[in-house]
């Protein structure tokens, strides 16, 4: 744990990892941990990661999956008190789109997904938000 968090906190500062604080909704592996890059720093990612001493080599391992997409849904109107995470999730459910991470706070909601699945989830979740009266 301690590894993965200097390695995290250092790509961090690299500014490479985007959204650290993403959660994989995978109950294959529990003690991996996933973060999201754009491709366009992978192979700088990669590299940086193989250059670091790697505390057990024979349980470690490194992989990559690309055509994924993230949507973020912020809300910027504190008047709405809204579960803004449940809508998402359940809009989500409804149209059978797996979620492959998440990342929620107060403010906003983010979800990792794959890529062919983003104009049905974004276009669910904004009839969702906006045509089903939950910001009217």
Do not use: G
Request: charged share 30%; aromatic share 8%; glycine share 0%.
């Amino acid at each position: 744990f301690k590894f993965k968090k200097e390695i995290i906190s250092k790509l961090e500062e690299k500014n490479l990892i985007k959204e650290p604080n993403l959660k994989s909704t995978s109950k294959l592996n529990p003690q991996s941990y996933e973060f999201l890059v754009e491709e366009s720093s992978l192979q700088e990612v990669l590299s940086f990661i193989e250059k670091n001493p790697l505390p057990d080599k024979n349980n470690f391992e490194i992989s990559y999956t690309k055509d994924k997409c993230k949507i973020s849904v912020v809300n910027l109107e504190e008047s709405y008190n809204l579960n803004i995470a449940s809508i998402i999730f359940e809009a989500l459910h409804e149209i059978n789109v797996n979620i492959e991470m998440t990342a929620c706070d107060n403010d906003h909601v983010s979800v990792v997904l794959k890529s062919n699945d983003l104009y049905r989830a974004i276009n669910l979740i904004h009839n969702k938000l906006y045509e089903e009266d939950y910001l009217l």
